[in-house]
């Protein structure tokens, strides 16, 4: 083992190009090659070892790198795939048709709470009419006609709605439903209506 400790050998593991493993004798030997060599190794046995790389060790490592590198692939392409449907809805959304149908929709919407609103008010509407078409014709004369009343005028055009308006031979005007009645007064008579009592005589 003494040539491991020659300058000549020492010097020509130092400049080989090559990797070298040292493992001269058994673990408690020490060459000087040991320490310029790229490795030193405790036995022969254990620099084929170390020489020769563990296959299925490196295709596991392999896998194992294969893996982390595809999961962080797809983890990558699934965030840069949110973010490009993110931006498809905004550009859908930012669209001049897409706008416009919004506005379209939006004046839809408008047309139709105005139109509710205008039913709405039209029918309270119609509702009062109707309520006060009911009072005036309450207060109609012709109504008040139609139901057997008259209308009264004397000569002068005058409403005859006192009997003392009325002498004994004055001409009148009496107004029906269907027609006007020339009469004239034979007599009158002052009856107090509503007071249980007949407080009048004939003139």
């Known amino acids: 083992m003494w040539a491991f400790n020659e300058e000549t050998v020492a010097q020509a593991v130092f400049d080989c190009s090559i990797p070298v493993i040292s493992a001269v004798g058994h673990e408690t030997d020490t060459t000087i090659t040991d320490f310029v060599a790229d490795l030193r190794a405790p036995t022969p046995s254990a620099a084929a070892e ?12 392999l896998e194992a790198y294969r893996n982390a590198f595809s999961h962080a692939m797809q983890v990558q392409l699934g965030r840069q795939k949110n973010r490009l449907e993110g931006q498809k809805l905004r550009l859908k959304y930012l669209r001049p048709v897409n706008q416009i149908q919004q506005k379209r929709m939006y004046c839809i919407d408008l047309e139709g709470r105005l139109t509710g609103r205008m039913k709405h008010s039209l029918t309270q509407q ?19 006609l139609s139901q057997g009343y008259a209308y009264i005028e004397d ?14 031979g004055d001409k009148m005007q009496i107004y029906v439903r269907n027609g006007m009645i020339q ?3 034979e007599g009158t008579r002052e009856v107090a209506y509503g007071e ?3 407080t009048g005589s004939d003139i």
Do not use: C, T
């Open 155 to 168: 000569e002068q055009h005058r409403v005859v709605n006192d009997v003392r308006m009325i002498e004994p």
């Open 126 to 144: 119609q509702h009062r009419m109707r309520l006060y078409a009911e009072k005036l014709k309450g207060l109609s004369p012709l109504e008040k």
């Open 50 to 61: 170390l020489a020769v790389y563990d296959f299925a060790l490196l295709m596991e490592r």
């Open 196 to 198: 249980g009592a007949d």
């Open 183 to 185: 009469a004239r007064a």
